[in-house]
């Protein structure tokens, strides 16, 4: 009966060894619409499967957002140093664009969670 | 004999339903976003007094930001800001590198008292500034208005205008008494610009609230500046990508942590370009222009967020060389993920078990 | 009867109370109720010394129990996955005869750790989970492993209390 039991043994860490290669790549969610906010204020969400243009007016300034290939990014804005425009498009579940200036923020939401990522460090 | 049976199970059964309560307790929460100056802050905080903490820490933003922005003896302010030439006031936030950064003006007769906050930064900002030989600078804030940072015009200045501002830096000139909290410097035109650690020394105020307020399963973001507290509630590892400095790609990878800081420094986050090439707003003290040490972007993973803020900005003007020999005199410290321009990832050993990526990784050891 | 009932229920609380133990360990794997499997160590000795259907009982009653105190639905559907097919599996072992307690115990906890990584996939829909396979699987090893080691022990010392 030992020796059977050994042979289970090995067999489950065959498994095992097979399961670790058998890993996928970490992989994300891509975002289906984005949320933008005003100063912590819901100001609309729009889908990123749709190209579309997006002006944002609001009493700090006004920024155009620019959806286009699954992908949002901010195409005009009028804040002094214009960063927003320089920033990586979301495209992924968590991803943010923040104009500090015009306290407008932009993030890819998705329904399936944020892909397992709880935050991104830039 | 078998009433002790049915007692015996009877005590079995109490203790299981009395463990009931603690089992199905839902973990309340607070999820808050909100611009405290100009930082945009993201806060996941677990725990009954979740909303509370959640007021607590943006008041301690609000505060922090009103202490880093003035002296503590406002009185001295005005009798400085009379004597002084430069017109610059201490400015609204400290929390961007380079935005109305906070100056702290200063004068070689008068020895000036600090407040609380700003006598820790100071000595944080000369302790990091002698451990990296000099690549951590709080002084640049002269240069970086040369440029045109934080928010243009911007411009390359000249080789001349470059020397000449930096006449105005140096954190050699700096006398500091931490016990009395006196400061005084040599060179009467230099200025205290916080900003490369400000966020991290926020995110760590933020933490010893937390703690007060028995918080123990927290992700605090501060503009990119990471620090998690404690793991999720369910015991699982906080998941934190790090930006790729490409905009094309998603992530360097993802990092599963507890109890750690996560500060990145990078080339792509504030910058502007001219004729093609690429200028961004981490300044190399020594030639007071953008740091070109063939890094792209420089991870810290450590327990405090001051000195990971810190070191990453120090790293980065290091290259990658120098960064590994640092790394190798205090391998305790802290752990760091550096991305090339050639695109080589370097990870420190520590780190490679809890970060996945599709990257090839170069470990250091 | 009593006597029948009396030990099930003896059984069954065992069960939870290691079940209740084993949440207290710092067990974190990234996916939210999934569990090493502690309290297949008294299933295993029902199915030793107890008929089938007794053990089964017990087997179903620890399950059931357990959801209800977690609270949390999910956490009942990967107990029940694991712990009915564990359940059913071991039995199957002890039957054939052809392993020691040891080895029954090693395939029932493979067994439901392996259910549980299933009933996650089904329900979570995300093919990152078979991140987390080879160390679930090591997981329900161990603990397979130490269970049956237990189990080994318990036996022969229960053999001699006539209880049974």
């Known amino acids: ?122 | 004999m078998f009433k002790r049976f049915y007692f015996f199970l009877l005590f079995l059964i109490v203790c299981a339903f009395s463990g009931c309560s603690f089992l199905t307790q839902k973990e309340p929460n607070s999820i808050r976003d909100f611009f405290a100056m100009d930082t945009y802050v993201k806060m996941i905080l677990y725990g009954p007094e979740a909303e509370k903490a959640a007021d607590a820490l943006q008041a301690e933003m609000m505060r922090l930001d009103r202490q880093l922005s003035l002296y503590s003896e406002t009185s001295d302010v005005s009798r400085l800001h009379q004597q002084l030439a430069v017109p610059s006031l201490p400015g609204s936030s400290s929390f961007q590198q380079t935005d109305a950064p906070r100056k702290e003006l200063l004068t070689q007769s008068h020895a000036i008292l600090l407040s609380e906050d700003t006598a820790e930064l100071l000595t944080r900002s000369l302790n990091l500034h002698a451990e990296t030989n000099g690549a951590f600078d709080i002084t640049l804030s002269p240069v970086s208005t040369l440029w045109g940072f934080p928010h243009g015009p911007f411009r390359v200045p000249d080789k001349t205008e470059i020397q000449a501002t930096l006449a105005r830096t140096g954190m050699e000139t700096i006398r500091w008494d931490n016990r009395t909290r006196q400061f005084s410097a040599d060179n009467p035109a230099i200025t205290l610009d916080f900003g490369g650690i400000a966020k991290g020394y926020a995110a760590e105020k933020m933490a010893a609230i937390l703690k007060k307020h028995n918080i123990r399963h927290a992700l605090l973001n501060l503009g990119g500046n990471v620090k998690a507290i404690g793991t999720k509630p369910d015991r699982s590892l906080w998941r934190v990508a790090i930006q790729h400095p490409d905009a094309k790609t998603d992530y360097l990878g993802v990092l599963s942590v507890s109890d750690k800081s996560v500060v990145t420094s990078g080339d792509y986050e504030r910058y502007f370009e001219k004729n093609k090439i690429r200028y961004h707003h981490i300044l190399d003290p020594r030639t007071g222009s953008p740091a070109r040490s063939g890094l792209r972007s420089a991870t810290i993973v450590c327990e405090d967020c001051t000195l990971a803020d810190g070191l990453s900005t120090a790293l980065f003007v290091l290259g990658p060389e120098a960064a590994i020999s640092f790394w190798q005199k205090h391998k305790e410290q802290f752990q760091f993920i550096l991305f090339t321009e050639n695109n080589t990832l370097f990870i420190t050993e520590k780190l490679l078990p809890v970060f996945e990526t599709k990257l090839t990784v170069t470990v250091v050891r | 009867m009593a006597k029948k009932i009396t030990t099930a229920g003896i059984f069954t609380a065992v069960a939870l109370i290691l079940n209740y133990m084993e949440m207290l360990l710092p067990f974190n794997i990234g996916i939210p109720g999934i569990k090493p499997g502690l309290a297949n160590l008294v299933v295993l000795l029902a199915i030793y010394l107890l008929p089938p259907a007794e053990a089964f009982a017990i087997a179903i009653c620890r399950i059931l129990l357990a959801g209800l105190f977690s609270g949390n639905g999910i956490a009942l559907a990967f107990s029940l996955a694991g712990g009915l097919s564990s359940f059913f599996f071991m039995l199957a072992c002890f039957k054939s005869n052809c392993f020691s307690p040891t080895g029954v115990s090693l395939a029932g906890g493979a067994v439901h750790n392996i259910a549980q990584f299933i009933t996650a996939l089904l329900l979570l829909q995300t093919q990152a989970l078979l991140l987390y396979l080879p160390f679930l699987l090591l997981a329900g090893i161990a603990a397979g492993f130490c269970n049956g080691l237990l189990v080994v022990k318990l036996l022969s010392r229960l053999g001699k209390i006539h209880i049974f």
């Not at chain 1, 970490?26 to 933008?36: C, D, L, W, Y």
């Not at chain 1, 100001?43 to 920024?63: A, D, F, H, M, R």
């Open chain 1, 1 to 122: 009966m030992k020796r059977n039991d050994f042979f289970l043994l090995l067999l489950l860490l065959l498994g095992t060894l097979a399961a670790f290669l058998l890993r996928p790549e970490p992989s994300t969610a891509k975002a289906e619409h984005i949320q933008v906010t005003v100063n912590g204020k819901m100001y609309g969400t729009w889908k990123l499967n749709t190209p579309q243009t997006i002006t944002v007016s609001t009493p700090y300034g006004e920024n155009v957002i620019r959806i286009q290939n699954g992908a949002a990014y901010v195409s005009k804005a009028d804040c002094p140093s214009r960063d927003c425009m320089k920033l990586k498009p979301v495209t992924n579940s968590g991803d943010t664009i923040v104009c500090l200036p015009h306290k407008l923020v932009v993030e890819g939401k998705s329904k399936n969670g944020n892909g397992g990522i709880d935050t991104i460090a830039h």
